[in-house]
Each structure stands twice: as C-alpha cells, then as structure tokens.
C-alpha cells in the first residue's frame, strides 16, 4: 500500500521509522509548521520531521491541513492509507476521504478511556495503575472511532509521562505494523467504543502545574509525574521575610506526615530532603529548580537555601485578592 504518515511528537517517530521496514510505501509526511514567534523558530525541530528529512522523504506542513489546497496536495500522492500518531490536527471527513482505506490513528490510551490530546499524562495524574495504546479507524469526531486492536502496559510507580510515553510508542509500533496487514486483506474487526465509558483527557495548561498541599500526598507525586516535559508541577517558598521563591519540581515521593503539620507547611528531615505536609501524608521534593536556576537535587538546593521547618509553601497570593 501506499502510505501518508501523519505526525509531529515523539510518540510518532518508532511508528514512522517502523513503516519503512515493511514491504509499504511512505510516499510522504504530514506533520505539523515550525512554530514562528516574532520571525523567529520557537519549536524544536520534531523527532518525526529530522527522519524523514533523513529518508528523503516528502514533507508537507500545512497550517490547516483540511483546505481545499491541503487536499489537492495529499491526493497527489494517491496514498492507500493515512497513518496518524501524535499529529496535532484534527483530520475532516473530507480529508480522510482521500484515501481508499481512510486513516487509523495510535492512540496512547486503551479507549475511550482517556479520549483527547493528552492521554498519557491524565492517566498518571488520576493515579491508573495500568494504560495501554489503541488502533482506531478515523473518523472526524475525536478519538471517537472502532477499536481495530489494543495492548495494554502496566505503569510504573516512578514513572513520568516522559518515560511511559516511550514506552508506549515502542509498544504502538509493532501494533500498528500488523493492522497495515491486516486492512490490506480486509482482515479487520472493528469494535465500536462504549460511549458510557469514555473519559476525556484535555490539552494541559499551564495552571494545571500548581500545587495544592491540601490534596494527598500520592495525588501529587502523581501529578509531577504527569505533567512532564510540560507544564510542569510547580510550588511557591512563602518566605518569611522574603519574595516568594517558586520551585519548579522535577521528582517527588511520598513520605508520613509523622509531625502531624499543617497541610503546605516543611517538615524535619534527616535525609537532607523538602518534606512538605500534604493533605494526607507528605511529599518528598526530591529535585527541584528554584526560578531562574537549573534542575538540581534537593540536597544541593537546601545547601544554598537554608528552610526552617515550619515554613510555608503554596501560591503567591494575587495582588487583586
């Protein structure tokens, strides 16, 4: 068959590079523009993009890949299949219609749980034990098409959503390589999703780093964990007869909260170690990176940044409040 990869982060690239170990034909690349800020290329050149650079491969990066012009330029290349992983537009009825055999989409979830553009940093942050990918027929509605086949994977409990994205890529491309078989002998069972069950994950937001000690301690490892690369979890030092020092955080673990201390507030600790009471137990900042600085142990932090239990950590109050 001849195929149209369509794709941009790094959740795409084990599958592209998979495509051209098969007898198929990657007759070209759809990924998304360089992101322009002022004149000037603000984002990384994509994992995808540099591969097919490498294989001489045809590269199409519309702004709007659903434009009557976008189209033109995709039927020229008269694909048999899209393929699509981690691409960042939604594909239109009349998009997808332009090849024989639609487009299937690998998703980082075992849908319809976690529906949506971040499906492997929601499942750490809700804490699952277990997540997966998913092979689904396109359609125009989001990740709402039939399943053509699963693999399940369980999540590590140190994992960040770096690493289980890796993980989940490697086992994806495989998947993906035998349904390309499998649709070029009409071999295919499509299960429809139940509606009832599905979750939805949303794009992450800045905000979304910040916080709250008043939650448990294990939701909060979670949520460091998740919100790897970007945006991020995030903290305030509420010094006492000082700015506020925000501390960007880039490991956690759970800890008792042996001292019974107020949610928010440090805790003693003889493991050169920020222990800071949460809402249920107490959360280890195990490296952080004070504004302005670079990632660094705590150890190291603490060496320069004398704490005195009791402390204060949470939000900068807004001026207006």
Do not use: C
Request: aromatic share 4%; glycine share 8%; hydrophobic share 45%.
């Amino acid at each position: 068959m001849r195929i149209i990869m369509f794709g941009t982060g790094p959740f795409a690239a084990p599958t592209f590079r998979a495509l051209f170990d098969t007898r198929h034909e990657v007759v070209a690349l759809v990924t998304q523009p360089p992101r322009v800020v002022r004149g000037k290329v603000v984002a990384a050149v994509s994992p995808v993009r540099d591969e097919g650079v490498r294989r001489g491969t045809p590269i199409l990066d519309p702004e709007d890949v659903n434009t009557a012009e976008s189209r033109a330029r995709l039927a020229e290349f008269a694909a048999d299949l899209f393929v699509v992983a981690d691409y960042g537009q939604i594909l239109s009825a009349e998009t997808l219609a332009l090849a024989p055999h639609g487009a299937i989409n690998l998703h980082g979830s075992l849908l319809p749980k976690y529906r949506g553009a971040a499906p492997i940093n929601w499942a750490l942050y809700k804490g699952e034990a277990e997540t997966g990918v998913s092979i689904i027929h396109m359609t125009p509605r989001v990740d709402a098409g039939p399943v053509l086949a699963q693999a399940s994977a369980p999540i590590e409990p140190d994992e960040n959503a770096v690493e289980l994205e890796t993980r989940l890529a490697a086992l994806g491309a495989p998947l993906v390589m035998k349904m390309l078989d499998a649709i070029e002998a009409g071999q295919t069972a499509a299960l429809p999703q139940d509606l009832a069950l599905a979750t939805k994950a949303r794009r992450l937001r800045k905000t979304d780093g910040a916080i709250d000690w008043s939650r448990p301690a294990v939701a909060i490892k979670n949520q460091v964990r998740a919100l790897q690369p970007w945006p991020r979890a995030y903290t305030d030092w509420l010094r006492s007869g000082g700015e506020p020092l925000r501390l960007i955080i880039g490991r956690a673990d759970v800890r008792a909260n042996t001292e019974g201390a107020t949610p928010g507030t440090l805790i003693p600790s003889d493991k050169h170690e920020l222990v800071i009471a949460a809402g249920e137990g107490a959360v280890a900042l195990l490296q952080v990176q004070p504004a302005g600085r670079q990632m660094m142990p705590a150890a190291d932090f603490l060496r320069g940044h004398p704490i005195r239990p009791g402390e204060k950590f949470g939000l900068t109050p807004s001026p207006d409040a």
